[in-house]
């Protein structure tokens, strides 16, 4: 099985948080435990690309930047 890079689950993150997710949700479909979803999620939240509302994450505008951004890179290296 191959290593995930923090590029790869910062996105996944990202597109989970396109519709507004829980915790417990969002740790589930991105394979983190909780100590790696504090990790990111902190990061996340300071650099503006999620926020929490309710209990709810979701991502923002500059978050939905970030991943067409991230999604033209691969497109570019394939």
């Given amino acids: 099985m191959m290593r995930r890079n923090n590029i790869d689950i910062i996105s996944k993150i990202l597109k ?3 519709e507004k997710i829980n915790t417990t949700m969002l740790m589930q479909k991105c394979g983190l ?3 790696q979803f504090k990790f ?3 990061r996340l939240e300071q650099s503006g690309l999620v926020k929490l509302d309710q209990a709810h994450y979701y991502t923002t505008e500059k978050g939905k930047t970030v991943i067409k951004s991230y ?3 691969l497109e570019l290296l394939e």
Avoid: I
């Fill in 40 to 42: 990111y999620m902190v």
């Fill in 71 to 73: 999604e033209r890179l």
């Fill in 33 to 35: 435990s909780y100590s």
């Fill in 16 to 18: 989970e948080c396109l």
